[in-house]
């Protein structure tokens, strides 16, 4: 159970802004949305997550709607380096350990 | 350097052995994970590790085992029992309940 739907792919002209959903139809109160991307052959790397409120950081900016239920990631200036596939993950926080539910993501593909 | 490394980034083996993959990190970090990717898909949690000589089974443990003597080392092991082994294998590491942070990954393949 993935927990979140995204969209398998998506193209952004180098120099705009890439702006990725994701529903989380299903979202507990207390899970948190967090956004990975995979370049291939390469381990995730972590973006940004949060839980209600939106965030920003040097990579990117969360927005997650005021019921929860779905967010969107933005990457205010793609460049090429960009390219890669983005997770958008809900953590569940269990009695044994957190844990991250993985879909199979969106394919970004920043075009020159 | 803190991080976390896998060793080694590919690996192949006969049908039918054991192979033990490693992962280490340096980041004092008390959580440690093993995820399996096959092409195209998502992550899928094999084991995890809160603390030291405990873990879990995750969604898909069968035919895997691991071991976590020291805070730092999770090693994985494929079993022959693992009816399909070849796939991108993934570690990560988190201080607690926080962020997963991803080792480079380690390919396998089943000659």
Redesign the interface.
Same mark, same amino acid.
């Given at each position: 159970d993935?927990k979140t739907t995204q969209p398998p792919s998506m193209d952004c002209a180098e120099g705009r802004a890439a702006n990725l959903p994701c529903n989380h139809s299903t979202i507990s109160g207390n899970e948190y949305v967090?956004w990975?991307r995979q370049i291939h052959? @390469? #381990?995730? @790397?972590?973006i940004i997550?949060g839980l209600k409120n939106n965030e920003t950081n040097e990579m990117a900016s969360l927005i997650i709607t005021e019921d929860r239920k779905s967010s969107t990631l933005i990457l205010p200036h793609a460049t090429l380096r960009d390219t890669a596939v983005y997770?958008c993950i809900v953590?569940v926080?269990l009695i044994? #350990?957190? @844990?991250?539910y993985? #879909?199979? #993501?969106t394919s970004l593909t920043v075009i020159p | 350097d803190g991080g976390?490394t896998q060793s080694p980034k590919y690996l192949f083996r006969k049908e039918g052995q054991n192979v033990t993959l490693s992962c280490e990190q340096n980041l004092n970090h008390d959580?440690m994970y093993w995820?399996r990717q096959d092409p195209?898909?998502?992550?899928?949690?094999i084991y995890?590790s809160?603390i030291v000589n405990d873990f879990?089974k995750?969604d898909i443990a069968e035919g895997y085992s691991v071991s976590r003597e020291k805070k730092e080392s999770f090693p994985l092991t494929v079993t022959s029992a693992q009816k399909n082994p070849t796939a &991108?294998y993934?570690c990560?590491s988190?201080a607690g309940?926080d962020?997963?942070? &991803?080792?480079?990954?380690t390919?396998l393949t089943v000659l």
């Open positions: 993935a967090y990975y052959s @390469q #381990g995730p @790397q972590y997550h997770y953590r926080a044994t #350990g957190n @844990q991250f993985f #879909g199979t #993501g | 976390i959580a995820y195209g898909q998502g992550l899928r949690l995890y809160q879990q995750g &991108f993934l990560a988190s309940r962020t997963q942070y &991803f080792g480079p990954g390919r």
